[in-house]
């Protein structure tokens, strides 16, 4: 017995004529007629009362029936199933962003993801730090990130996606908001916000580069582990922050933003570990590819 015969038998009992049956499948009668008679003889029963006239069930036909329909329907479902795995189009992902990207590019991200992928169940995570991303690419928490290079971990697929420049956000009613942009020697003697030291955060070192090369010993009253929570600080008043221009999505009340000087830019890269091609992993990708493309994301 092989699936042919059920949906042989399917047709026949639900036309309840064996001619009707074969027209129905595209098939000769007698070829027909034959199968059910050698599906009836390998079960070692009667489907099928037979008449002049008509084609009706026997009880055991009617059991054989409903569960033969059950088969064929899962069939159906895993063949379906199989060929939308194959297109990319179902599946699940978790993907982790950086603070910046968090702000300014997931609220964009997660509108395409879910109009061009329905069938994929996406997760995030908001406001990782570089290594909380490495580690969880690592362990398959996160399958894909949107991260701060470098990256040196051989494991993990990285490409620069694009780099962002750096700008300060400063309290409103601070003597620098009302500068059409800022050179970085004026920070020497302001209260400053950064993102902690010891989680390793790529922010820290390159804030620490850029004061560092302007020859300023850094006066930090605060660190922080998300970017959120920075720009809140600074909305607060009580200093200013060196962040990647798309932080300036985070429109709170009580904060400017203003170019920095010299220009300084930090990369966004795109990580998944390496060797992976399952479809709905690879399209996730070029939907990402293409929405940072530009330095600005468009607003939806």
């Given at each position: 017995m092989d699936v042919?015969?059920?949906?042989?038998?399917?047709?026949?009992?639900?036309?309840?004529?064996?001619?009707r049956a074969a027209a129905?499948?595209?098939m000769a009668q007698p070829p027909l007629s034959q199968q059910i008679?050698?599906?009836?003889?390998?079960?070692?029963?009667?489907?099928?009362?037979?008449?002049?006239?008509?084609?009706?069930?026997?009880?055991?036909?009617?059991a054989y029936l409903a569960r033969a329909r059950q088969i064929l329907a899962s069939l159906d479902d895993a063949a379906r199933e199989a060929r939308l795995v194959a297109a990319g189009s179902v599946g699940h992902l978790t993907?982790?962003?950086?603070?910046?990207?968090?702000?300014?590019?997931?609220?964009?991200?997660?509108r395409?993801?879910?109009?061009?992928l329905p069938g994929v169940e996406f997760a995030f995570r908001g406001e990782m730090l570089v290594p909380d991303?490495?580690?969880?690419?690592?362990t398959g928490a996160v399958d894909i990130a949107l991260l701060r290079p470098p990256v040196t971990d051989r494991s993990l697929a990285v490409e620069l996606l694009r780099n962002d420049e750096l700008v300060l956000a400063t309290p409103s009613d601070h003597p620098l908001a009302a500068h059409s942009e800022v050179d970085a020697r004026e920070l020497a003697d302001t209260d400053l916000i950064v993102h902690s030291a010891d989680r390793a955060s790529v922010m820290y070192g390159v804030v620490m580069r850029l004061l560092r090369d302007?020859?300023?010993q850094p006066r930090i009253r605060y660190r922080v582990g998300e970017?959120?929570?920075?720009?809140?600080?600074?909305?607060?008043?009580?200093?200013?922050?060196?962040?990647?221009?798309?932080?300036?999505?985070?429109?709170?009340?009580?904060?400017?933003?203003?170019?920095?000087?010299?220009?300084?830019?930090?990369?966004?890269?795109?990580?998944?570990?390496?060797?992976?091609?399952?479809?709905h992993l690879t399209r996730s990708l070029d939907v990402i590819r293409r929405l940072t493309a530009a330095k600005d994301t468009p607003p939806q």
């Open positions: 042919r015969h059920l949906r042989y038998f399917v047709a026949v009992a639900e036309e309840q004529h064996f001619g129905r499948l595209h008679r050698q599906l009836e003889a390998n079960l070692g029963v009667s489907l099928f009362e037979r008449t002049t006239r008509k084609v009706e069930l026997t009880a055991a036909g009617a993907i982790g962003c950086v603070g910046s990207a968090t702000a300014s590019l997931l609220p964009t991200l997660s395409h993801l879910a109009t061009e991303q490495i580690e969880a690419l690592r302007a020859g300023i970017t959120s929570t920075l720009v809140t600080l600074v909305a607060g008043g009580v200093g200013v922050a060196i962040v990647p221009e798309p932080v300036a999505a985070l429109t709170l009340d009580g904060v400017t933003y203003r170019p920095l000087r010299p220009t300084t830019t930090v990369g966004l890269a795109l990580a998944h570990r390496a060797g992976r091609t399952e479809p």
